[in-house]
């Protein structure tokens, strides 16, 4: 099956148990978002995702093969990954990194596309202008920009390519201001659109709402809601999961429901910081 | 910093009349003072098989100061380029082979041959090839030591990759001083001296192993620079870009420890060269390894040439130890960037 799939995934890390049973696929056409509060999981099943980390018990396969039996270079052209925090601490020139993500390419004989993706993943994220530019001079949104276009760099396929490939992001919004975090969400879509499987990491559960084909919830290292967003994302799942109390609103003429938090802590169950109110 | 599009038309041009003009100075400077016209004199009869124009002049220039001249090059090349090579693997622009306890580990291993070698009949030819193989593996040993401890969590902060280094180098002294407690008077002057570091003792038979060594580390470096900066990038981004990671990281690793436990078998304790060297051409040229480990390479070359230049030069008839002057323009540079790199909190 054309997938990249976890199946029965877990994880052990010092003692603790990081992921408890987690089956989740994301398939080329689909974006997936994942959910969850600090701690639940995310980064993870990430790693996992991507065969950074090897999981204890269960199987990851991409399109029917195990992960484990593709050489790193085979997987790296299926699969591209934007970790949650880039460390680049020396002055490349933006172009030069962008150009990085052409890396697997290097042994496949493809390489004469390198140019074209380049461009493409420095225009998609909007860094052309900053392609002369030292890294280390960006803000820390500019950098997350162009950490994705070196990502979109690597993914990039000549028109007619059947292979999947699929995008797996850590939280691609987190330093990017307000119409820098949909428009990449949005590429997101686009990507999907075009054939690929992306996987992303989000916290604002309006643009999870917003973008995602479907919403998977992680908990203390457990899958807890899997679906569209419009079924998952719930008030009582909320405060379930994040301990917030929300409304959820429906605006008429967009036809869609916003998630509202109403200022107030969850009188149930206990959310962050509680006990150091009492 | 600039872009550095044209400046690398303009370094490595540099770079190369630097490196050719220490080579001539290297040649005809000393306390006897040969022309350039002896040397190109002497050169082109030799290239064409002829036999000496005057005989003296060709000893001194092939046989006492060309293994010191060629050393040189080696040496400074191997150095600069293992202190590129570690930087990018540590991502941290503080490694350096002296500092982290590469030259320690090799030096100890090199004490050791030099010292145990007194008590094994018929060792003295053997030693030539002993002395580099046995530094290479305390270099890689060392190496190998400071990566495991230093590292915290996938990162290899300044802080725990400076303390592992003084450990090592620590550990490294005292052997090398249980070495010299347990030599004889001549021993301990022979390990004194090449401690200091010097290019002075070289000759022909007594670098060859070495030199071949140091060409064979050099000759596999540019299959490394592509992957290099790829470490740079970030070790998961390597790792989700198709490098093996772990795999590319030890291979680096026995090359700098092969390089450098060459260098430091034939020439002792030079310093700094592998900090000075990259980070001047890293402002210069920027931070690709395609271009930065060849311009190391030369810069490295230029910069241990001039030195022992200056060392010949300073105090005659006298030989100021090299290692001494390398210390003394790049530990300063050391305090620089160490400031520096408190100031960015960049890399701690």
């Known amino acids: 099956m054309v997938e990249l799939a976890l199946k029965n995934v877990g994880v052990e890390l010092g003692g603790r148990r990081v992921l408890n049973e987690v089956s989740l696929g994301v398939v080329p056409g689909e974006v997936l978002i994942i959910l969850g509060p600090n701690g639940a999981g995310k980064s993870t099943l990430l790693r996992i995702f991507s065969g950074e980390m090897e999981a204890d018990t269960g199987s990851v396969m991409i399109d029917d093969i195990a992960l484990r039996d593709l050489s790193p270079a085979a997987l790296a052209r299926r699969r591209s990954l934007m970790p949650q925090q880039a460390s680049l601490s020396f002055p490349f020139l933006v172009r030069d990194v962008v150009a990085m993500g052409r890396a697997p390419f290097r042994s496949d004989g493809t390489h004469h596309d390198d140019e074209t993706a380049i461009a493409w993943g420095m225009a998609a994220t909007e860094v052309t202008l900053l392609a002369r530019r030292p890294y280390t001079r960006l803000s820390g949104g500019e950098q997350q920009r162009v950490q994705l276009a070196r990502v979109l760099a690597q993914s990039w396929r000549p028109r007619g390519t059947t292979t999947p490939r699929y995008l797996l992001l850590d939280e691609p919004t987190a330093s990017l201001d307000l119409a820098h975090q949909h428009a990449t969400l949005h590429l997101a879509r686009d990507l999907a659109l075009d054939g690929a499987g992306v996987v992303a990491v989000v916290h604002d559960l309006n643009l999870a709402a917003l973008y995602a084909d479907r919403v998977a919830v992680m908990s203390n290292g457990s899958l807890v809601a899997l679906g569209r967003p419009d079924d998952v994302l719930i008030p009582d799942m909320i405060a379930r999961v994040f301990g917030l109390e929300v409304r959820r609103i429906h605006d008429p003429s967009s036809d869609r429901h916003f998630i509202l938090p109403t200022g107030q802590q969850n009188a149930a169950n206990a959310g962050p910081y509680r006990s150091a109110a009492q | 910093m600039k872009p550095a599009i044209f400046a690398d038309a303009v370094v490595l041009p540099a770079l190369i009349v630097l490196v050719v003009a220490g080579v001539a100075t290297g040649l005809t400077t000393g306390s006897a003072e040969l022309s350039l016209a002896t040397l190109g004199t002497e050169v082109w009869l030799a290239v064409t098989g002829s036999p000496a124009d005057d005989a003296v002049a060709r000893t001194i220039l092939f046989d006492v100061r060309g293994p010191r001249v060629v050393l040189g090059v080696a040496v400074g090349a191997t150095l600069a380029i293992s202190g590129a090579i570690l930087q990018a693997l540590f991502r941290n622009p503080l490694a350096e082979p002296s500092i982290i306890g590469v030259s320690a580990g090799a030096g100890a291993a090199a004490v050791a041959t030099i010292a145990l070698g007194g008590f094994v009949t018929g060792i003295g030819a053997a030693l030539v090839y002993l002395l580099p193989l046995s530094a290479f593996l305390g270099g890689l040993i060392a190496t190998l030591a400071v990566m495991t401890i230093a590292r915290v969590g996938g990162q290899t902060p300044v802080l725990t990759m400076l303390l592992a280094g003084i450990a090592v180098t620590a550990i490294g002294g005292a052997l090398m001083g249980l070495m010299m407690f347990m030599s004889n008077d001549d021993q301990l002057r022979a390990i004194n001296f090449w401690m200091l570091g010097s290019l002075g003792s ?147």
């Open chain 2, 202 to 348: 070289a000759t022909w038979t007594a670098i060859i192993p070495a030199l071949i060594l140091m060409g064979l580390a050099l000759a596999c470096t540019p299959m490394l620079t592509r992957n290099l900066n790829l470490i740079l990038l970030g070790e998961r981004e390597a790792a989700s870009l198709g490098l093996a990671v772990d795999r590319f990281k030890n291979l680096a690793v026995i090359l700098v420890a092969a390089g450098v436990g060459a260098a430091v078998a034939v020439s002792g304790m030079i310093g700094f060269v592998g900090i000075i060297v990259p980070h001047l051409l890293r402002l210069a040229i920027g931070p690709d390894h395609r271009v930065l480990l060849p311009a190391s390479a030369l810069g490295g070359a230029a910069l241990l040439l001039w030195a022992d230049v200056a060392a010949r030069l300073l105090a005659p008839p006298a030989e100021l130890p090299i290692g001494i002057l390398t210390a003394l323009m790049g530990a300063p540079f050391f305090l620089w960037l160490l400031r520096r790199a408190g100031r960015d909190g960049a890399a701690w």
